[in-house]
């Protein structure tokens, strides 16, 4: 014999209960939320939307029929959602549940509409998933960019934004449309982001006047979650949109133990720490311990030392320093770096301990970027070795580079604060493996290095911070001048950390109350990510089974922030 709880919810879920459930809920809004100057606007008043993110299973859920019966989420989660203090809920769904049975589809939205309703709660409708897209977990064999280049698939989900607006044009309950979540284009310019945006826009306006729209940032160009000094946010032909970004700084801490980024992470640390440092902005490179010894890479059939000149620390402008690895000059030959540490020295020339140290361990190398001085310079191909190493299975490799200059890895984890008038050395071990026995390397160096650099010259960026809430700020306002540049609204329609980051002295809810806090001060919606799943979750249980397993710390500072807002 079924549960009362499940009898009740056969009956609702009955095609006639939910059309009669749907008109008989609550009077929605009267007015539309919209873009106003730099803020969104409700009637005559200033609006923010606090939002909670509802992922609804977009990876494990195929058939849209399903949707009705997920263990995502009842209506009891959207009275829970209103009690913490949230007035809206950022609602992923993915293109393909449209298209299979578009009437599957919106008997499920109206259903969470008719919810949302009824408990006072905005949606803003977020495609999560575009038909013939998927590129948000790097590893997966989804990976899917034909939205870019199969124009039948992008009409597909033009005509899909076009069908919402004409059904939901006149739901005030739906606070707005989030047209693409995190663009990542399969060209090199982000250009494809740009015109698909303004055609859903269009799209959206031949049938509904009135709806805000999201416009989020690009993150990444060809085919990769990195932008490479595209442009990243851009302005869009329609005045009533919100521009949007999602804020997860710094990723090592708010993603530690991420196994979908392509740079897998480990342990990310803690928030606050005042011992790691971040740059703020573009810092500039005074000198190189490189300058005292340079020292050209000698062929070894081992692992070799190398040892850079002390290098003494007596020019105020002086910061801070980052130890590197380089490649110099032209040749097939690989070069393979290990275990490294930065010595410091007093001012008497005392050795009083290493200010960095690392061991390029299975975790440790996901931290390093490549870099090419000049950019120009090619061909050099960078390896994140797992499978040889000095004293374990990985280390860092650089082979084949080609043209005049340098080809390195450097690491924005690896800044360190120096002091004038003591010194620094950097030791490490590199191995040589020759591409041609009998070849010469005399056109090959390698060597480790380090680099002091000073703050910016023109002021304008706080320069070195301490991983805090300044750090934060400083984050935030790199996309937040966007807004103050063309008077527009912003909103962060995701922010949030994984489970590990709520452990015991990690601070995850420190970081939570530091984040809001910024948002407050510049007037910005958010929305947290996320509502139910194992990984992100206020409810940590798996996203396909029932609410469960709270993340009390989170739900806490939640309940305490929104509540005092």
Request: charged share 20%.
């Given at each position: 014999?079924?549960?009362?709880?499940?009898?009740?919810?056969?009956?609702?879920?009955?095609?006639?209960?939910?059309?009669?459930g749907?008109?008989l809920?609550?009077?929605?809004?009267?007015?539309?939320?919209?873009?106003?100057?730099?803020?969104l606007?409700?009637?005559?008043?200033?609006?923010?939307?606090?939002?909670?993110?509802?992922a609804?299973?977009?990876?494990?859920?195929?058939?849209p029929?399903?949707?009705?019966?997920?263990?995502?989420?009842?209506?009891?989660?959207?009275?829970t959602?209103?009690?913490?203090?949230?007035?809206?809920?950022?609602?992923?769904?993915?293109?393909d549940?449209?298209?299979r049975?578009?009437?599957?589809?919106?008997?499920?939205?109206?259903?969470?509409?008719?919810?949302?309703?009824?408990?006072?709660?905005y949606?803003?409708?977020?495609?999560?998933?575009?038909?013939?897209?998927?590129?948000?977990?790097?590893?997966?064999?989804?990976?899917?960019?034909?939205?870019?280049?199969?124009?039948?698939?992008?009409r597909?989900?033009?005509?899909?934004?076009?069908?919402?607006a004409?059904r939901?044009?006149?739901?005030?309950?739906?606070?707005?449309?989030d047209?693409?979540?995190?663009?990542?284009?399969?060209?090199?310019?982000?250009?494809?982001?740009?015109?698909?945006?303004?055609?859903?826009?269009?799209?959206?306006?031949?049938?509904?006047?009135?709806?805000?729209?999201?416009?989020?940032?690009?993150?990444g160009?060809?085919?990769?979650?990195?932008?490479?000094?595209?442009?990243?946010?851009?302005?869009?032909?329609?005045?009533?949109?919100?521009?949007?970004?999602?804020?997860y700084?710094?990723?090592?801490?708010?993603?530690?133990?991420?196994?979908?980024?392509?740079?897998?992470?480990?342990?990310?640390?803690?928030?606050?720490?005042?011992?790691?440092?971040?740059?703020?902005?573009?810092?500039?490179?005074?000198?190189?311990?490189?300058?005292?010894?340079?020292?050209?890479?000698?062929?070894?059939?081992d692992?070799?030392?190398y040892?850079?000149?002390k290098?003494?620390?007596?020019?105020?402008?002086?910061?801070?320093?980052?130890?590197?690895?380089?490649?110099?000059?032209?040749?097939?030959?690989?070069?393979?770096?290990?275990?490294?540490?930065?010595?410091?020295?007093?001012a008497?020339?005392?050795?009083?301990?290493?200010?960095?140290?690392?061991?390029?361990?299975?975790?440790?190398?996901?931290?390093?970027?490549?870099?090419?001085?000049?950019?120009?310079?090619?061909?050099?191909?960078?390896?994140?070795?797992?499978?040889?190493?000095?004293?374990?299975?990985?280390?860092?490799?650089?082979?084949?580079?080609?043209?005049?200059?340098?080809?390195?890895?450097?690491?924005?984890?690896?800044?360190?604060?120096?002091?004038?008038?003591?010194?620094?050395?950097?030791?490490?071990?590199?191995?040589?493996?020759?591409?041609?026995?009998e070849a010469s390397?005399?056109?090959?160096?390698?060597?480790?290095?380090i680099?002091?650099?000073?703050?910016?010259?023109?002021?304008?960026?706080?320069?070195?911070v301490?991983?805090?809430?300044?750090?934060?700020?400083q984050?935030?306002?790199?996309y937040?001048?966007?807004?103050?540049?063309?008077?527009?609204?912003?909103?962060?329609?995701?922010?949030?950390?994984m489970?590990?980051?709520?452990?015991?002295?990690?601070?995850?809810?420190?970081?939570?109350?530091?984040?809001?806090?910024?948002?407050k001060?510049?007037?910005?919606?958010?929305a947290?990510?996320n509502?139910?799943?194992?990984?992100?979750?206020?409810?940590?249980?798996?996203a396909?089974?029932?609410?469960?397993?709270?993340?009390?710390?989170?739900?806490?500072?939640?309940?305490?922030?929104?509540?005092?807002?």
């Amino acid at each position: 014999m079924k549960s009362a709880h499940n009898l009740i919810r056969l009956v609702l879920l009955s095609p006639l209960c939910l059309v009669l459930g749907y008109a008989l809920a609550q009077p929605g809004p009267q007015e539309f939320v919209r873009a106003s100057g730099p803020n969104l606007v409700l009637g005559s008043e200033t609006f923010l939307l606090k939002a909670i993110c509802f992922a609804n299973s977009y990876e494990g859920i195929s058939d849209p029929n399903d949707l009705l019966q997920s263990s995502h989420h009842t209506e009891d989660d959207f009275r829970t959602v209103a009690e913490l203090g949230f007035n809206a809920v950022r609602f992923a769904f993915t293109g393909d549940w449209f298209e299979r049975d578009p009437d599957a589809f919106f008997r499920w939205l109206d259903q969470n509409l008719a919810w949302a309703r009824g408990h006072g709660i905005y949606l803003i409708l977020d495609l999560h998933i575009p038909i013939g897209g998927y590129w948000l977990s790097a590893n997966s064999d989804r990976r899917d960019f034909r939205l870019w280049t199969d124009a039948g698939i992008r009409r597909k989900n033009v005509d899909l934004w076009k069908a919402l607006a004409a059904r939901y044009k006149n739901e005030t309950q739906i606070a707005a449309y989030d047209i693409l979540n995190e663009p990542v284009t399969a060209d090199s310019t982000g250009q494809q982001w740009q015109d698909l945006a303004n055609d859903i826009i269009a799209a959206i306006r031949s049938e509904d006047p009135s709806h805000l729209i999201v416009v989020q940032r690009l993150y990444g160009v060809s085919r990769s979650y990195s932008t490479h000094g595209a442009q990243t946010q851009f302005l869009v032909n329609d005045g009533n949109v919100v521009y949007d970004f999602h804020f997860y700084e710094p990723v090592d801490y708010t993603h530690q133990f991420a196994s979908w980024l392509e740079r897998p992470t480990g342990d990310g640390g803690k928030y606050p720490d005042n011992n790691t440092f971040l740059p703020t902005g573009a810092q500039q490179l005074i000198v190189t311990a490189a300058q005292e010894t340079p020292v050209p890479f000698t062929p070894a059939d081992d692992w070799q030392e190398y040892r850079s000149a002390k290098f003494k620390v007596t020019d105020p402008e002086i910061v801070m320093g980052l130890p590197v690895m380089i490649v110099g000059g032209e040749s097939p030959d690989t070069v393979y770096f290990d275990d490294f540490a930065v010595r410091e020295f007093n001012a008497a020339g005392e050795y009083i301990g290493d200010v960095v140290e690392d061991p390029l361990s299975q975790e440790s190398i996901w931290s390093w970027w490549t870099w090419n001085n000049p950019p120009e310079r090619r061909h050099a191909d960078f390896t994140r070795v797992v499978n040889f190493g000095r004293t374990d299975d990985h280390s860092l490799a650089i082979a084949q580079p080609a043209g005049p200059g340098f080809s390195g890895w450097s690491s924005d984890h690896r800044w360190f604060p120096v002091k004038q008038g003591h010194a620094y050395q950097i030791v490490g071990y590199m191995k040589r493996a020759a591409a041609d026995a009998e070849a010469s390397s005399d056109g090959l160096s390698a060597y480790f290095d380090i680099g002091f650099y000073g703050n910016p010259s023109n002021g304008s960026e706080a320069g070195f911070v301490a991983r805090n809430k300044e750090y934060l700020r400083q984050e935030f306002l790199k996309y937040y001048q966007f807004s103050e540049t063309h008077d527009v609204p912003m909103s962060v329609l995701e922010f949030g950390l994984m489970k590990q980051c709520f452990d015991s002295g990690k601070g995850g809810t420190r970081w939570v109350s530091d984040s809001l806090d910024i948002f407050k001060q510049h007037n910005v919606s958010f929305a947290y990510w996320n509502y139910h799943g194992d990984r992100m979750g206020l409810y940590l249980s798996p996203a396909n089974t029932e609410v469960g397993l709270p993340n009390q710390p989170l739900i806490d500072v939640l309940r305490d922030r929104l509540g005092a807002w």
